[in-house]
């Protein structure tokens, strides 16, 4: 089973990255997938989650209607698209499989640094 996110980066504020999670080694069908951050300092905290069916999805308050969750079970990938940047949004990104938002992670995946800074 794994988990591997890519995509983070150094990127200006105001600026956007994308961020992709590929999943293997597992039915990727079955899972919600939440997207999570943990800032230096700071707990882990929940970011985004997409349903199975990718027919509902959850934003935190902090990102609601700058970052935008997707999902394609066809290629066993979720993404999060992230825009207008701010220096708060810097952390380590992280994926998981869960069987529902807000549940514990079943699967991790490794990190990927976010960086927002000018």
């Known amino acids: 089973v794994q988990l591997q996110a890519s995509g983070g980066g150094l990127v200006q504020p105001g600026g956007s990255l994308r961020l992709s999670c590929l999943a293997s080694?597992?039915?990727?069908?079955?899972?919600?997938i939440g997207w999570f951050r943990q800032a230096p300092g700071k707990e882990r905290e929940g970011v985004s989650c997409?349903?199975?069916?990718?027919?509902?999805?959850y934003y935190a308050d902090s990102v609601k209607g700058r970052f935008t969750i997707s999902r394609s079970n066809a290629k066993k990938a979720v993404y999060l698209q992230m825009n207008s940047l701010k220096p708060e949004d810097t952390a380590v990104y992280y994926c998981?499989?869960?069987?529902?938002?807000?549940?514990?992670?079943?699967?991790w995946g490794q990190g990927t640094q976010v960086t927002v800074s000018s």
């Open positions: 997409i349903g199975s069916s990718a027919t509902s999805t």
């Open positions: 080694g597992f039915v990727l069908d079955y899972y919600v």
């Open positions: 998981a499989a869960l069987l529902a938002c807000g549940a514990e992670p079943n699967y």
